[in-house]
């Protein structure tokens, strides 16, 4: 979508970047000229992901361990990023974790690993680049956050997803204001269902994968391509947003919409049967 060099002098930071969103994403970073160090919990998928995308894209990948709930790791991911790689100057707090489950089942610890992944992980990487960025006087710099739509409709049966990033959608709005005045911008992006391993696996389950349509949900009848994701990420960390701050953009096809509008299900009726209803409508005028 954007321009080749687009990305030139970005230096870029995607925690949970070995996989899923997070690869296509640095993918499409590289590709547009920036440097990006990925980071997860798990080195040898890393090593794999960075070896393999410097070799599709001729970029620079830098493979760093580091799990987002630990904030000394966290401080020791950027000092070792900015080792590599002079300065860093964006942050992509994509890093999550999530199951379905009804929330009675869950025990103290399975919710807060959820909170911690996504709401402490998040927290512990945008205070530590914060801090960072601020004591070194860096400008122009970015946070891009990821969330989804269930951060403000709320959702069953993921409750402790929702609550940590609607928690991050929050602190992406308080910080878009409260920051801005040392040169930071923060963003969120919302997707819609986007198939990646890691989602599939643990929201749609075994048959389930089968059993439910995640297109059926989406008005424009299809999920979404890794690409499309990457086109507003990149345009979101890029100066071509520079008068973007503290939005949450939704890449959904329409689905929380429609999962929203009170007639929305009326798309169920056939065409002929609005004849029906139409003159069964018109004839109550009169009475
Ligand atoms: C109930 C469960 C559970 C389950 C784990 N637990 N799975 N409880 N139902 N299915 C409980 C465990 O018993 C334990 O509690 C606690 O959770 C922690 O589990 P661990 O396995 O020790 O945790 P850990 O190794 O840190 O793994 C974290 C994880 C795992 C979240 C459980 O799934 C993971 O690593 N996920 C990372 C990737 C991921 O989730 N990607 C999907 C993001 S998708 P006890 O009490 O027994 O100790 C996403 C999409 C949003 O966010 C929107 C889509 C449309
Ligand atoms: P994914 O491939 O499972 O990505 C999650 C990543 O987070 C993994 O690379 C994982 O790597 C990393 N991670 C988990 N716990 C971590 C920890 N404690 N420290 C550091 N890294 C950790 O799933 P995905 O679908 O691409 O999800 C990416 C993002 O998109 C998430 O924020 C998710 O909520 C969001 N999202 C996805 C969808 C969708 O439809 N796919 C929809 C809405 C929002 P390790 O296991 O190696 O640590």
């Known amino acids: 979508m954007l321009r080749d060099n687009a990305l030139s002098g970005k230096h870029v930071v995607v925690t949970g970047g070995g996989s899923g969103l997070g690869k296509s994403m640095t993918r499409y970073f590289l590709e547009l000229g920036a440097k990006v160090a990925i980071t997860s919990r798990d080195l040898n998928k890393l090593k794999t992901t960075a070896a393999e995308l410097e070799k599709e894209t001729g970029g620079v990948c830098l493979p760093l361990q580091c799990d987002v709930r630990d904030y000394t790791q966290v401080e020791n991911m950027l000092q070792e990023t900015v080792k590599a790689f002079g300065e860093v100057n964006v942050l992509l707090n994509n890093a999550a974790g999530n199951f379905i489950a009804p929330t009675e089942r869950l025990s103290a610890n399975a919710f807060d690993t959820i909170i911690d992944i996504v709401l402490k992980g998040t927290k512990n990487c945008t205070l530590a680049f914060g801090k960072h960025w601020i004591a070194q006087k860096q400008t122009q710099t970015v946070v891009l956050n990821i969330v989804t739509t ?21 602190m992406t709005r308080s910080l878009a204001v409260e920051w801005a005045k040392y040169g930071m911008r923060f963003n969120a992006i919302a997707p819609g269902p986007f198939p990646t391993k ?4 643990r929201l749609l389950p075994g048959d389930l994968k089968e059993k439910i349509d995640m297109a059926k949900k989406v008005p424009l009848n299809r999920v979404g391509d890794h690409q499309e994701l ?3 990420a990149a345009y979101l960390i890029s100066d071509f947003s520079a008068y973007i701050n503290g939005e949450v953009v939704t890449i959904d096809g329409g689905e929380w919409l429609k999962g929203a509008g009170q007639f929305n299900l009326l798309d169920q009726i056939p065409e002929a049967l609005w004849d029906q209803l139409e003159a069964m409508i018109r004839a109550k005028k009169s009475t």
Do not use: M
Request: charged content about 5%.
């Open 230 to 232: 990457a086109n507003l």
């Open 198 to 201: 890691g989602a599939w696996d």
């Open 150 to 170: 269930y951060a403000w409709t709320g959702s069953a049966y993921v409750v402790p997803s929702a609550t940590a990033k609607a928690g991050v959608l929050a």
